[in-house]
């Protein structure tokens, strides 16, 4: 396993990272092709991926905490040194976190189709995520293989990989069973539903624009002297412009009142982030910055907020 300090198996800790997209050779110490599972579930496809070839290299993409757990068993009980575990949305992960034509193939088993119109935006293949994979898949040969049991998701899938441009789509087929079982081809099998295929590769050379990108700096203002009426009344505030909002829920005081941690809520394009921004006495004047503990990305709705909360305080 690479000493890389801020991939321990699972959670990132972006205060970490100097600069992104990561280096997925230099965390896997060899320069070997990347396969992605999206949404791995139970893990069984991907274990039994890496076991069976060693020639790659394996990031699995999950929002389920629960799921990173019981693949990190997995992990361990197979002694398997060539998957790394990313606990995220994959939306916002793939963007930011891989450089153009760095990914080999995008593999994503049985997603949830959200077959109601109203819960549509929690779909994963979306246009924007469409584009960001015609950015991060290899040129030529990057693939995206997708299996569903939906039909209408297939084709719905599919007719939006053939609007974005940059794919070639075969026709979705039917197949008989996954090379290794997971555990919703299980399920869905039991009630007798059909399995369909997928398969879109990448046809061009196309960059996105990242959230990521710049400056990742510990984001902090330094104020002369804070208005605490305006502070305490900041509880409430909420603030968009420009695919960012900002809304701040809580303020915490010390009891000596040298510092406050303001509670807030974040988002950029769809992405939702909480923490503290830290509010502290210096020895001349008063320093706003993210807080330490924060595990946020410093994103710009993050480096925003910093500055919101001390233009807003300011005396
Ligand atoms: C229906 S399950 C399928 C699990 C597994 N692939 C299988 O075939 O058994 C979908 C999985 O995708 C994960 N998921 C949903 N949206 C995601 C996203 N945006 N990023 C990463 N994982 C996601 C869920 O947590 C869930 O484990």
Redesign the pocket.
């Known amino acids: 396993m690479s000493s890389y300090s801020y991939l321990q198996m699972y959670q990132i800790n972006p205060k970490d990272i100097k600069r992104y997209p990561l280096e997925w050779n230099k965390i896997f110490g060899n320069s070997n092709k990347l396969i992605v ?6 893990g ?2 991907l274990v039994s991926l890496a076991k069976e070839n060693n020639n790659y290299n394996y990031i699995g ?4 905490l629960t ?1 990173c757990h019981k693949i990190k068993k997995k992990l361990f009980q197979n002694n398997l040194n060539n998957i790394q575990i990313i606990l ?4 916002f ?1 793939i963007r930011e976190l891989f450089s153009d034509n760095s990914i080999n193939k995008v593999i ?5 189709p959200w077959p109601k119109s109203k819960h549509a935006k ?1 779909r ?1 293949f979306d246009e924007k995520f469409i584009d960001t994979l015609s950015s991060v898949l290899e040129e030529v040969d990057g693939k995206v293989i997708l299996t569903t049991d939906v039909f209408w998701y297939a084709s719905d899938v599919k007719e939006k990989f053939l609007n974005n441009g940059c794919f070639e789509v075969k026709n979705i087929s039917e197949v008989n069973q996954l090379p290794f079982k ?4 299980k399920k869905w099998e039991n009630e007798g539903r059909k399995k369909y295929l997928l398969i879109a590769q990448k046809r061009c050379k196309k960059t996105i624009k990242r959230l990521l990108e710049g400056d990742f700096d510990l984001p902090h203002q330094k104020i002369k002297k804070v208005d605490f009426d305006k502070l305490q009344s900041l509880v409430g505030f909420k603030k968009s412009c420009k695919n960012k909002t900002i809304v701040i829920k809580d303020i915490y005081t010390k009891l000596d009142g040298s510092e406050y941690l303001v509670k807030v809520f974040s988002e950029d394009e769809g992405y939702i982030q909480s923490y503290f921004v830290n509010v502290s006495k210096m020895k001349e004047g008063w320093l706003i910055k993210l807080d330490d503990i924060a595990k946020a990305y410093r994103t710009p709705a993050v480096k925003e907020a910093v500055n919101i909360i001390a233009k807003e305080i300011e005396n």
């Open positions: 599972e999206i949404g791995f579930g139970g069984e496809f993409i999950e929002t389920s799921s995220e949305d994959a939306k992960a994503v088993n049985f997603p949830c929690n994963l997971t555990r919703y081809e």
